[in-house]
């Protein structure tokens, strides 16, 4: 934990410490600034969850009392994994309490919830039936048998992007090396170019042996893909299409009932708040004929049987009806406009700044919460690290796609002053 910062004689003045906040404040013996802690960490039992009036940070004062982030603490990188709100915190513990004092018991109870409440809550969040749901441990997971189990043979082509997750690629080079399938990874400039050309590049990529497409919906970058566009391209040549929700599910409402898509695989730890450890896979009821489990012999498309066998963490899985609830209440609509009230406070700021290329597209080619940019002269590797020493502020880097990026996440608990924190931390960050 870096909560004491000293950033040496000269570099901070004492006035600019103060305003750096808790860290500096306790070094020098002094109260705890309240911006920094506005909202933070407060012991006490948060106030009733209800859905913000507006965008700004007063409106979502109450809604960060939900949240347990250390005092001090600049928590800006979601993307990375998702900061649970409390309920869904005491969700996991009374589901393994439940579980310690009668194992069989807690487990029907907890069995059911996950099928009479959980499945039925995200298929109704995204707009899907309940039987297209199947729960997995993440989105590596449900990429991994979304991917294996499209109907292929030997020397049949599947097309990826050159921004997938390595848990996008690998299921495909796995399946290149023990099958012979072709994997042709379409180069996708970025920042992203427009839809047009982001088509074209995929067309001109397939041949009469390509089958399936495989993309983000949003990358690791926070790059938002056309996906109805290429879900549509992919139905007109007769392609699987397989997209990676991780990034998407929850920063923006979803519908994937209109996406087009055949299958997509999401994980539920990072935008949607919910524990560590669950996802789910989407294989749409009319893609079972080319998409099939990796388990069951007897599978049939009536009764697919995509869930992996064996005892599952229930208590997790059950908590994730806590996340549903937390989201849903306060409404995907308001989330996405409030992760992008941030993150155009920080792309403001960074105009302000000498030196800095942001490289997040326009609204329409990025997802409301995710932002990546480059200073100059700044390793981005090491600017993680000096500034999370320097202002307790938690990021990370994006040293891909060609470049040397700084990653910053922004969620509903997350404000404008910590990302001024982070502003201005970064300016004192050089080499
Ligand atoms: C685009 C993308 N896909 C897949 C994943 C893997 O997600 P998970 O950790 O849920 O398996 C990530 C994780 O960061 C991601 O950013």
Known sequence: MTNSPDPGPGLVDRREWLRLGAAGAAALGLPACAAWNEGEAASEAPPTLQPPAGVEDADWEDVRAHFLVEPGTAYLNNSSIGMPPRQVIDAVAAGYRAMAELPARGRSALSARIAEDVVPGLARLFSVDTDEVT??????????????????????????????????RRPWEFRQTREGIGVNQVFIPSPLPAEEEILSRLE???????????????????????VQAI?????????VSLVDGAQAVGQFPIDLSSLGCDAYAVSLHKWMLAPAGTGFLCVRRDARDRIRTAFAPDATPERPQFEPPGTAAFPVRAAIGSAVDFVTTLGVEAIEARCRFLSDHLKSRLAEMTGVTLLSGAREQSAPGSTIFEKEGLDAVAAVGAIETLASAHIDEHQRDGHNAIRVSTHIYNTTAQVDRFVEALARTTG
């Open 231 to 239: 879900c549509g391209l992919a139905r007109e040549r007769s392609l």
């Open 204 to 226: 001109d990529a397939i041949t009469p042996r390509t089958r399936a497409v495989a993309f983000c919906h949003v990358t690791r970058g926070g790059h938002l893909y056309p």
């Open 135 to 168: 729960l997995t441990r993440n989105a590596s997971e449900a990429l991994h048998l979304q991917s294996i189990g499209v109907r292929l043979d030997p020397g049949d082509e599947v097309l990826i992007t050159s921004q997938e997750h390595p848990a996008g």
